[in-house]
């Protein structure tokens, strides 16, 4: 079916770009943050930094942001090892700026450590390997080269010490935002990936079952054409022998069956032919649609169809696969029977254009839905009702996804409505 691009979106994620692009937002916000810091503590506190080395690197780390946030709107592939050169540049400008501002003794030498935690969070071993052996160099360069951390212009007692404290608290303050954050979105993307790899998990399965079905109907359609084709000849020679009489009814009922069965196989073979080379019936979406219903009446005759469809989209001509018709009868019967089980003989077919998508709105009047009916549907073989197999809706499912669009099974005010949605681009002849 479609679990293969599925399979190839979770073995190839994009978590190096959206690494880079976190950290090109993050480093403007830092150009701003040292900018203020710097402003601070050269007008507020009335220190005696070097202020042209590090305006020198807080204007690079400016420019590198800029090009940062230019490069990973770009389509090209951006790699792992790009990002770790990213990272190395940050980590080069940083020490940069605390090389001139103290070395290790600057409380904000911590700030080293946030390299290593971003890189952790979507990189592989090896990268953040690489980037913690950065952020480890540039401590111990620090811790011998260095410029002197100045003191306060005021000689109060402890008024050093004070400041040290204050400038830890604050590199405190950002490391806990930095790493909460970031912690938090490290778990919300894993639970994002555990709930994907089951979905595509189910999918597969689903899928493998639909396969092992549609092999056995072979197999059984190859078998049954045969008996099948004897009792139509032996009916119809009976029918000869027995034109009047109290059986002559039934034996044309029996025969009406027994043609209804040989169509239903010849159709099987012939969607099959149809899937194999995919193949698709080109007809006016209102003709499908009428068509659809006209069958579904001969099949159900005691159930009354009320039919809305807009007359605007009625027109389009669209390629339509013929598992479509097969996904809407399903849908149809369903809802029949969900209607029959509350003593009703009534449902309604909207089929409408909605955001751009082909929207096929099939409402019953049944006793509604379980708590677990929209999640359990469609994903396995199951079905509400007794006598159900639950291929109906996971066939439609199937198809639903397969043109790209979604089977959504709903509440309403009176029993249950289910919606099959395909974009339109995905039928237009």
């Known amino acids: 079916m479609n679990t ?15 690494l880079a692009t976190t950290l090109a937002i993050l480093r403007l916000c830092a150009v701003a943050g040292q900018s203020l810091t710097v402003l601070g503590v050269t007008w507020v506190l009335a220190m ?26 770009q389509p090209w592939p951006l790699r792992a090892g790009e990002v770790v050169a990213h990272i190395g540049v940050d980590t080069a400008v940083l020490g940069w700026l605390l090389y001139w501002t103290g070395g290790a003794a600057n ?33 111990l360069v620090l811790l011998r080269w260095h410029v002197p951390l100045p003191g306060l212009h005021s000689h109060a007692d402890g008024g050093e010490f004070n400041l040290h404290v204050l400038g830890m608290a604050v590199s405190f303050a950002i490391s806990t935002v930095m790493l909460g954050y970031f912690i938090g979105r490290l778990a919300r993307a894993l639970r994002a990936r555990r709930e994907e790899v089951q979905h595509v998990r189910e999918r597969a399965l689903r899928d493998e ?6 092999t056995q109907s072979a197999g059984a359609a190859h078998e049954l054409n045969t008996p099948l084709a004897t009792m139509h000849t032996l ?3 009976l029918r000869r022998e027995h034109r009047e009489g109290p059986i002559a009814e039934d034996l044309e009922l029996l025969q009406s069956q027994v043609e209804r069965c040989r169509e239903a196989l010849r159709e099987l073979v ?63 019967n369903n809802a029949a029977d969900a209607s029959e089980a509350n003593g009703s003989f009534a449902l309604q077919l909207g089929v409408h254009g909605e955001g751009g998508a082909l929207a096929l709105r099939v409402r019953d009047h049944g006793l509604g839905l379980d708590a677990a009916a929209p999640v359990r549907l469609g994903h396995t ?30 509440p309403s005010a009176e029993g249950s409505e289910t919606v099959l949605a395909i974009p339109l681009a995905s039928l237009l002849a």
């Open 4 to 18: 293969l691009p599925n399979a190839q979106r979770l073995s190839a994620p994009d978590e190096p770009r959206a």
């Open 48 to 73: 005696d930094v070097p202020l042209a080395p590090l305006a020198a690197g807080i204007a690079a780390l400016a420019a590198f942001g800029l090009f940062s946030l230019w490069r990973v709107r």
């Open 107 to 139: 409380p904000f030498v911590s700030l080293l450590l946030m390299p290593t935690t971003l890189a952790a969070s979507a990189l592989a071993l090896r990268h953040v390997a690489v980037v913690a052996l950065l952020s480890a160099l540039t401590y």
């Open 209 to 214: 079952g639909i396969l092992a079905i549609a």
């Open 235 to 237: 009916l119809g020679e």
């Open 270 to 332: 012939a969607v099959g032919k149809a899937q194999l080379s995919d193949t698709r019936e080109r007809v006016a979406l209102g003709d499908f649609v009428h068509g659809c219903v006209d069958r579904f009446r001969l099949l159900r005759p005691e159930v009354e169809v009320e039919l809305d469809l807009d007359a605007d989209i009625a027109r389009l001509a669209l390629a339509l696969p013929y598992g479509l018709r097969h996904a809407l009868m399903s849908l149809l």
């Open 381 to 410: 073989f199951a079905s509400s009702k007794s006598t159900g197999l639950g291929l109906g809706f996971a066939l439609a499912d199937a198809t639903a996804e397969r043109l790209g669009g979604t089977l959504s099974l709903l």
